[in-house]
């Protein structure tokens, strides 16, 4: 990374909404910080940084993002330590995939450099925001939109790239009933499932309205060709302990490359423990889970963090897994993630950028 400092313009909120906010009632997404960050691209260059009010952006209702969809996001955490310092986790990953998704729709990229100070300045300003208590951070939300007023499907030339912060608490409260989804497909081959592109969530909606509907919490997506095996678990990535080893699906162009799943295949190899980043069929998970030797399942995600898989259902059939508070794996990183992010414990990965 160069070190030139990227020139923000702050203009601060005439009053702060903190005082009247309550972090024991959060609801993910609802409550916004009292500030934003708003950039422009315009003439093939980034331009006009600036943190203001939290509030509306006025828009023309041609933009190509609301007609074809040229539009995508991140997300990430900052955590309050217990001495006060603030840590935003691994942003040089998602910095590098929001260029990946950018580079799938056609859009500019963003200098990782870029995005990171981006991010440190606004949380710097919010700093106040971040909520302290166990399991709680402040959620980071960048994203790039298309600006062009105009309705030919040609890729803009204009762009706003923006970042949000919310306080939120846990995700998911409880383990997860969870189904293995074979008729809708989240992403195909050749498609844009590895790009966090706003439309892979739409397209999300209706089967998750239906698994809702059906008494699921989320679904397990599995391959677009033959629904036999296991891709992502709602937005998250999907993680099996199998006879001692820690199995999760290879990431492709249908799979989003988690910043989780990353970081908790790293914790494994770190402790010596076997990990497999392969296909997975839904007939040796099932076939796990009757025999006993699927010991643990979880989603893991920045929203979801680990979030454990209570009972599984295929056609109609189903396989409640072992008390999620006995598992020794799921545990273990949850804990020692915690640890880290909230600077309990030595960060010998580097994973805590400082701000
Ligand atoms: N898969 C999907 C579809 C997601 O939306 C997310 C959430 O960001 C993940 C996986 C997990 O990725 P990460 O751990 O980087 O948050
Ligand atoms: C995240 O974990 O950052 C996600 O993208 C999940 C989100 C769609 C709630």
């Known amino acids: 990374m160069t070190t030139e400092t990227l020139d923000i313009k702050i203009t601060k909120a005439a009053q702060s909404r903190l005082a009247q906010t309550d972090f024991s009632q959060l609801v993910f997404g609802h409550t916004f910080t009292d500030h934003m960050l708003v950039a422009d691209y315009a003439d093939g260059e980034w331009k006009n940084f600036e943190i203001v009010p939290y509030g509306e952006i006025g828009l023309s209702p041609a933009i190509s993002s609301l007609h074809y969809g040229q539009a995508f996001f991140e997300g990430l955490k900052a955590y309050k330590h217990q001495d006060g310092q603030v840590s935003v986790f691994r942003p040089d990953k998602n910095a590098a995939r929001f260029n990946k998704s950018a580079q799938r729709l056609c859009m500019p990229e963003l200098p990782e450099e870029m995005f990171i100070q981006s991010i440190a300045a606004l949380v710097d300003v919010e700093r106040n925001w971040i909520p302290t208590a166990e399991n709680h951070a402040l959620y980071i939300r960048p994203f790039m939109f298309a600006t062009d007023p105009f309705l030919g499907v040609v890729p803009s030339k204009t762009y706003k790239f923006m970042i949000l912060t919310c306080p939120v608490g846990p995700y998911f409260t409880k383990p997860l009933r969870v189904k293995f989804e074979t008729k809708f497909t989240r992403a195909a081959e050749g498609g844009f499932g590895y790009a966090k592109a706003a439309g892979n969530y739409a397209g999300a909606m209706l089967p998750t309205r239906r698994a809702v509907e059906e008494g699921f919490d989320q679904m397990i997506w599995t391959d677009a060709k033959e629904h036999l095996y296991a891709e992502e678990m709602g937005a998250a990535n999907v993680m099996f302990f199998i006879d001692g080893t820690l199995v999760t699906p290879s990431t492709r162009d249908t799979i989003l490359d988690g910043v989780t799943r990353d970081t908790v295949i790293a914790m494994a190899k770190d402790w010596g423990i076997p990990v497999e980043e392969r296909r997975i069929s839904i007939a040796e998970i099932v076939e796990g889970a009757k025999n006993g030797k699927l010991t643990d399942a979880f989603g893991a995600g920045t929203a979801a963090t ?47 950028y400082m701000v």
């Open 306 to 352: 680990i979030a454990p898989v209570g009972s599984l259902n295929y056609e109609g059939e189903e396989y409640p897994l072992s008390d999620p508070a006995t598992r020794e794996f799921s545990n273990r990183v949850f804990n020692t993630l915690n640890d880290i992010r909230y600077g309990r414990t030595e960060d010998t990965h580097d994973w805590n």
